[in-house]
C-alpha cells in the first residue's frame, strides 16, 4: 500500500485528517482568536474603543453587558480561548490521526461543536436581551458555524474506527488514546 | 447544497426581517431573532456533504414558522405571510438532500449499525 491510501479510513473517497482538510479549519480558528482577542482587550479596557461600522453603539453595548460579565473572565477572552484550542486540536497529529489518536479528533470535534453552539446562543441574546447587535460578534459567530462541518467528518472516521476496534474485541481505551499495542490490529 | 445556502439565506433574511419590516412588537422579533440564527446554522453545517443530514433539524423550526402567528397571535399581515412564506420554504428546502459525491464510510448511523460500508470496506483491505 502507498504511504497517502492507508490514511484514508475504509468506506470513504478521502482523508478527511489530511493536512488540505485540516489546515483551512485551522486558519478559521485563527482568526476567530485574533478577533475575540481584540474584543476580549476592549472588554479589559486595554482597547479604549471597538469598531463598529454598521449597529452604532452596537457593540459597545454588548460588549459590555451583564451577560458578558456573568463569568470572572470577560466572554471574548474565553471565546478566544476556545478558538486557540479549536487551532491546537486541528493542528497536533499526523494526516492518519482518526485512527492514531482518536482521542485529539474527538477532543477537536468538542471544541469546534459546542463552542459554535455557544457562538449562536450568543447571537440570539443580542438582540433578544439588549436590542443591539455586534459586527464583530456576528462575524465570529459566522466563523464557528462554518467550521463545524469540515470538523465533523474526522470526527465520524474516528468514531467508525472506533466502532470497527469494539467489534474486534480490542479495549476501547487503549484505542481511544492510541496505545502502541493495539495499533493497526483493525483498520 | 444551494437548497441549503438558499436556507441559510432564509434564516439570515428572517433574523434582520424585524428590523426591515419595522416589527415593534417584542414577541414577534424575539421569534424571528431566536429561529433565524438557529436556521442560518444549521443550513450551514448542512454544506459540507458529511453532515448534510443536519439539514432535517430545520423542518420542525420551517413548521413552527407556519404555526407561530396563529400561536403567538400575530396581528400584522405582512409579517403573517414573511414568516408562513420563509417556513414553507424552509421545510420544502430541508427536504432536499442534493448530490451527495463522496463516500463516509456509511454515515453517522455507521457508528452503531452492524456491517456498515466502512465495515466491509474493512474486511476487504489487506493488513497494513
Known amino acids: ?187 | 447544497m444551494w437548497a441549503q445556502v438558499i436556507n441559510a439565506l432564509l434564516g439570515i433574511w428572517l433574523t434582520a426581517s424585524p428590523a426591515i419590516l419595522g416589527i415593534e412588537d417584542k414577541t414577534i422579533s424575539n421569534n424571528a431573532h431566536i429561529v433565524g440564527p438557529v436556521v442560518a446554522s444549521f443550513a450551514i453545517i448542512a454544506w459540507w456533504e458529511a453532515t448534510r443530514v443536519v439539514r432535517l433539524y430545520n423542518i420542525p423550526l420551517g413548521f413552527w414558522l407556519l404555526l407561530a402567528p396563529w400561536v403567538l397571535g400575530y396581528d400584522q399581515m405582512s409579517v403573517i405571510i414573511n414568516d408562513m412564506v420563509i417556513g414553507a420554504a424552509i421545510v420544502w428546502l430541508s427536504f432536499v438532500k442534493g448530490n451527495i459525491e463522496g463516500t463516509y464510510g456509511g454515515g453517522w448511523s455507521a457508528i452503531w449499525k452492524k456491517d456498515a460500508l466502512h465495515t466491509i470496506e474493512a474486511r476487504r483491505t489487506p493488513r497494513v
Do not use: H
Request: proline share 7%.
Open chain 1, 1 to 187: 500500500m502507498t504511504d497517502t491510501t492507508d490514511a484514508i479510513p475504509p468506506g470513504w473517497s478521502y482523508n478527511p485528517a489530511s493536512w488540505s482538510q485540516r489546515l483551512p479549519i485551522v486558519g478559521m480558528a485563527i482568526v476567530g482568536f485574533a478577533i475575540a482577542m481584540y474584543l476580549g482587550l476592549f472588554q479589559l479596557k486595554v482597547v479604549p474603543t471597538v469598531w463598529e461600522p454598521f449597529f452604532g453603539n452596537g457593540s459597545q453595548k454588548i460588549l459590555t453587558s451583564p451577560t458578558s460579565q456573568l463569568l470572572p473572565v470577560p466572554d471574548a477572552i474565553l471565546g478566544a480561548f476556545g478558538y486557540f484550542m479549536d487551532a491546537v486540536a486541528g493542528i497536533v497529529g499526523g494526516k492518519r490521526r482518526w485512527r492514531t489518536m482518536p482521542w485529539i479528533v474527538v477532543l477537536f470535534g468538542v471544541f469546534v461543536g459546542p463552542l459554535g453552539m455557544i457562538s449562536v446562543l450568543l447571537v440570539v441574546l443580542q438582540p433578544v436581551l439588549y436590542d443591539a447587535w455586534c459586527t464583530l460578534c456576528l462575524v465570529t459567530a459566522a466563523i464557528s458555524v462554518i467550521m463545524i462541518g469540515p470538523a465533523m467528518d474526522e470526527m465520524l472516521a474516528s468514531l467508525q474506527y472506533m466502532k470497527r476496534a469494539k467489534d474486534a474485541n480490542i479495549s476501547l481505551w487503549k484505542v481511544f488514546w492510541g496505545y502502541k499495542e493495539v495499533q493497526g490490529k483493525v483498520i
